[in-house]
């Protein structure tokens, strides 16, 4: 969550070890916040059990950017993070720091402590251990899934932590059925719900994987709550699918649209770009979809010898689902840019044009994607205005960047998108 002061190394010690010690006293009134907003909510009475977290945690992703009254922890006065959510964010992110922390310490006894290395991106923030889960990204990740990006596997690389040597295990977080149902409100006649038409049947644990080191099933990297970003739709979730970006097997891509469709509590999925999947599930949480995502991936995708080629029907069906396909393989790589994104290399790619009338088509990876708000789509198309010879821009999909500059050296091109994206 980040601690920050201007005023030397030993006031800033002196400061953060205060506000730690004042958020360890109050930290059971930010447990006391979260469980009462979710039984107003939900209904559910929250006993802060393993299998009630990925439903709680779901159930703060889609909650936290609400403008409700609360004490407003510390640490969001002082950090990037806390300034972008409400004082209910906060307090609802709080509360499942010491949620997490508690089980950790059920685990094996551990406690909480400040993380003492300067050029770690969450120096200073709270960390269980010595050799404690992961917990120090899980508030970015709730956060960026409030924005609607896909970050929920930042969640599990908490929760296989509970596989080493202790009380719990990572099985421990499957909900049983009578738990997943008492999170769906009841409703009622002036409050509409959304029910899942069926809920997964495997344990999520079994299904997420990895389940060897070549697991075709985590090229569904990640998902998120809601549309894709840049794409405004109806759809309750998407997803990072990691496709070829060379020849694609059209007729396993087929498949796995088909078995995506016949997963437990899914409609339908569209391919918004190439690596963005756009689902939709109402009332299934984010890692009910990731994991039945990965479960079609698993089943679908590796290449069969008796596939036959596409009959003239099926392809334009697969093409109205997933319409990259029209123009993969035709764009040649002229420049590219790596830059950071939420930990992640991400590459900006200059490449030769997807459309005719423009110069070059400017392919942003998929982590890229995910960051893109209206404001810093506009961001970028105006520094990109600026450059001597460009005269067009057009931003069609979030994927790409249309630039019509005859001239314009393509390694200039992708160092202002990259500091474009950078600020």
């Known amino acids: 969550m980040g601690f920050f002061t201007a005023d030397g190394d030993e006031r800033r010690f002196y400061e953060a070890d205060a506000w730690f010690q004042a958020w360890l006293a109050s930290s059971p009134k930010s447990a006391e916040y979260l469980a009462t907003r979710l039984r107003k909510a939900t209904g559910h009475d929250l006993h802060f059990t393993a299998a009630e977290l990925r439903p709680t945690v779901d159930w703060v992703t889609r909650d936290l950017r609400k403008d409700r009254s609360a004490v407003k922890p510390d640490w969001a006065y002082r950090s990037e993070l806390g300034q972008e959510l409400t004082m209910h964010g906060a307090a609802l992110i709080d509360g499942l720091l010491v949620y997490i922390g508690g089980l950790a310490d059920a685990h094996r006894p ?242 030769t044009p997807w459309l005719d009338d423009y110069t070059y088509t400017v392919a942003l990876h998929p982590r890229i994607v995910e960051t893109l708000t209206e404001a810093r789509m506009h961001a970028v198309a105006d520094a990109l205005g600026e450059l001597p010879g460009v005269d067009r821009v057009l931003w069609e999909d979030a994927e790409g960047v249309h630039v019509h500059a005859p001239g314009l050296p393509v390694e200039q091109l992708a160092d202002a998108v990259a500091e474009a994206l950078r600020g």
């Not at 924005?147 to 080493?164: I, Q």
């Open 110 to 351: 551990m406690s909480w402590g400040l993380d003492q290395r300067e050029s770690a991106p969450t120096y200073l923030d709270p960390v269980l251990g010595p050799g404690g889960p992961p917990v120090a990204m899980l508030p970015y990740a709730v956060a960026a899934m409030g924005h609607g990006r896909a970050s929920w596997d930042a969640v599990e690389d908490v929760l296989r932590w509970f596989d080493t040597s202790g009380e719990l295990s990572y099985a421990d977080f499957d909900t049983p059925a009578e738990v997943r149902e008492s999170f769906i409100p009841k409703g009622g006649l002036l409050r509409k719900v959304e029910r899942p038409a069926e809920l997964p049947r495997a344990a999520l644990s079994e299904v997420l994987g990895p389940l060897s080191e070549e697991d075709p099933g985590l090229v569904v990297n990640d998902a998120g709550p809601g549309h894709a970003p840049g794409t405004p739709s109806d759809a309750t979730h998407h997803a990072i699918v990691m496709l070829a970006a060379g020849a694609i097997d059209e007729a396993a891509l087929l498949r796995f649209l088909r078995g995506c469709d016949a997963a437990p509590g899914i409609q339908r999925v569209l391919f918004r770009s190439h690596h963005i999947l756009e689902v939709w599930a109402p009332g299934l949480l984010t890692v009910e979809v990731l994991a039945a995502l990965r479960v079609a991936a698993r089943v679908e995708l590796p290449t069969r010898p008796e596939d036959a080629p596409l009959s003239e029907d099926d392809r334009r069906g697969l093409l109205l689902r997933a319409p990259f396909l029209e123009r993969l393989g035709k764009a040649e790589d002229l420049a590219f840019r790596t830059i950071e994104i939420d930990g992640f290399d991400a590459t900006v790619t200059v490449q």
